[in-house]
């Protein structure tokens, strides 16, 4: 079974950064995309960042040109860079990992961001 762990969430103050990691157990096969989630309190799961196989990216509206998804293929692993934060991207940030056949979750990272 694979699991994604998650790490480099914490707390900021508004204008500073963090850089989320997202590591793989093991070697996932047939990957089609990875990305980021995040779900505030009392809002619905939403994406905030994808990477396709062939290097597409998309994004959330109200975090374009401040955060960055990146992958590093050799080590399975999924970045979020996370500059000019906002009390609003306070939340639980999840790592997915989508092939032809399943969806893996992490277990969540907290952000919390102070005015």
């Known amino acids: 079974q694979v699991q994604l762990v998650e790490s480099g969430g914490g707390s900021v103050q508004a204008g500073g950064s963090l850089r989320l990691s997202c590591a793989a157990s093991r070697l996932i096969f047939s990957i089609d995309s990875m990305g980021w989630y995040r779900q505030a309190q009392g809002k619905q799961r939403e994406l905030v960042a994808g990477l396709t196989r062939g290097g597409q990216t998309n994004y959330a509206d109200s975090v374009k040109g401040r955060f960055t998804v990146s992958r590093e293929n050799t080590k399975n692993t999924v970045y979020l860079q996370m500059n000019s934060l906002r009390p609003e991207d306070t939340a639980v940030y999840y790592c997915?990992?989508?092939?032809?056949?399943?969806?893996?979750w992490g277990q969540g990272t907290q952000v919390t961001v102070s005015a």
């Open positions: 997915n990992v989508c092939t032809a056949f399943t969806s893996y």
